[in-house]
């Protein structure tokens, strides 16, 4: 019996070949050799395409694995997360980048979230899951609910606006030192703030700026989309760029660093903060700073 499996790409940080893309997008195809495997004997298409090692991912594409059912197998995601808060009700993790938060793949957050995190022993107990999203090539706090009354809770405080999230961003150009941006976005109100923290000459871009952000509203990549808008955009942004001014190969400098809100059981305030990434810390070395 054949069977068939479809992944729909999202949107990525810069074009990558399939070999390196495809590697747990399907629970068969775990790893390189799989992928290769796979490849070889013509068993997946890209929109409808016999796809090889040296196929393009941008984004978009619909990619199909046809196998038979005797090639399922048991194969389990393993995925380290660095767990930075957890509780019975609650966690907080850091995301890498180049994963999907959530998704028809294999290779998501949510997939290893019950490896990484304590089962919770509460009555209305659940499988873990993030309650909202950071884009693919976005680092940093993901908050997410492990009992149902919680994760209902949380989605309302995000819907209500009582989540302050603020992120760190590299930018390009010489920035003013603070200000606010209010532009639509798919014509609905969009409000961000931004304060610069760091400077540094640069050759090719003029200016690199550490960045200070807070999205007021939650638009799908507004703070990406705004600061674009006011011709500062994020360093490393494969979407959102200056003609001449991106840089490839580095992912995107974008990281989600503080999460406040009031927890839904204890009441406690609730002020989690990450580390800036290395990558940062390579262009503003006096920024460093522990969690």
Known sequence: ????????????SCPMRLQEYGVGVFQQIATKSALKKALKKSLITVNGQIANSATVIKGGERIEYQFTSDQRTKTRLVLKLDVV????????????AGILVSGNGFKTVANALVQNLNPSKAADA???QPVHRLDYATTGLLLVGKTSSVITELNRLFEYKKIAKEYNA???????PEGSIELKIDDKPASSTFKVMASVVSERFSFLNLVALSPHTGRRHQLR?????????????ATYYLDGLQLKGKGMYLHASKLQFIHPITHEEMNISSSLPK????LFPEMYFEQ
């Open 1 to 12: 019996m054949t069977l068939k499996q479809t992944h729909i790409v999202e949107e990525i």
């Open 85 to 96: 808060y957890e509780d019975e009700y609650l966690a907080v993790i850091n995301k890498p």
């Open 126 to 128: 659940v499988s873990p």
């Open 170 to 176: 590299v930018t390009i150009g010489a920035m003013q």
């Open 225 to 237: 989309k705004h600061l674009l808008s006011i011709g500062h955009p994020i360093l490393g942004d």
């Open 279 to 282: 990558k940062f810390i390579k």
